[in-house]
């Protein structure tokens, strides 16, 4: 069973910057898809950016291309999505998730339903 923990989220004012991190609790992290969800309130659930088990390919969604940057460290098991120039409308929950892969390369979905490890997820608010 993989755990994912995110930390990393807070308030912040429009324009400025935050980290978030995810640590995952399972063996070889880098058989697994990564990707950042967000879900603001009364929304569906989107997703942000994915990576592959490699960090070879990468994923954005048009709304934070430019902005936002994914990374992994397979030798820390973990996953980072740095955000720069947020805005009012990133404020949601972000959730980290998983998904297992036969290979590194294999490139990460976007589904929310392809994914079978959630972290609990953290708030990131952004005032203007």
């Known amino acids: 069973q993989v755990q994912l923990v995110e930390s990393g989220g807070g308030l912040v004012q429009a324009g400025g910057s935050l980290r978030l991190s995810c640590a995952s609790s399972g063996r070889t992290f880098s058989l697994y898809a990564m990707a950042w969800f967000r879900q603001a309130p009364g929304k569906e659930r989107e997703g942000v950016a994915a990576i592959s088990g490699s960090g070879g390919t990468i994923y954005y969604a048009d709304s934070v291309k430019g902005r936002f940057t994914i990374s992994r460290d397979n030798a820390k098991n973990t996953v980072n999505l740095q955000m720069n120039s947020l805005k009012p409308k990133d404020t949601a929950v972000y959730y980290c998730?998983?998904?297992?892969?036969?290979?590194?390369?294999?490139?990460?979905?976007?589904?929310?339903?392809?994914?079978?490890?959630w972290g609990q997820g953290t708030q990131v608010t952004v005032s203007s």
């Open positions: 998730a998983g998904e297992p892969v036969l290979y590194r390369t294999v490139v990460p979905r976007t589904r929310d339903s392809a994914y079978d490890y």
